[in-house]
């Protein structure tokens, strides 16, 4: 891992770290994740338009693929350690999700 990849996992520890505090002060875990996820978007809204601006459509689809990528690769590792914890269990999901598909 490279220092910038340890400062982005230290930097996102912070946000966890934060609404895990939130939810042991007794706020329900999903008004936590509804203010996190109100936060991130008046936060990308900022970064991406400034104060005074907002998205256009172009900006939306930015912010939302962005969220989908770190998404997309948080599942892939979470999968990963859960296989390796869990092999069988893990085979035999693997095995369901190719039926489906």
């Known amino acids: 891992m490279d220092d910038l990849q340890k400062e982005h996992h230290r930097l996102s520890g912070m946000f966890v770290e934060l609404s895990n505090t939130m939810k042991a002060e007794g706020h329900d875990q999903n008004m936590v994740l509804s ?3 109100n936060a991130t978007a008046t936060y990308a809204t900022y ?4 104060n005074e ?49």
Do not use: H
């Open 35 to 37: 203010a996190l996820t």
């Open 47 to 50: 970064c991406l338009a400034g």
């Open 53 to 101: 601006g907002y998205l256009y459509e172009t900006g939306i689809n930015q912010v939302c693929e962005r969220f989908r990528t770190n998404l997309e690769v948080l599942q892939g590792l979470k999968k990963a350690e859960y296989a390796r914890n869990n092999p069988e269990a893990a085979a035999a999901a693997e095995a369901e999700d190719k039926l489906k598909s």
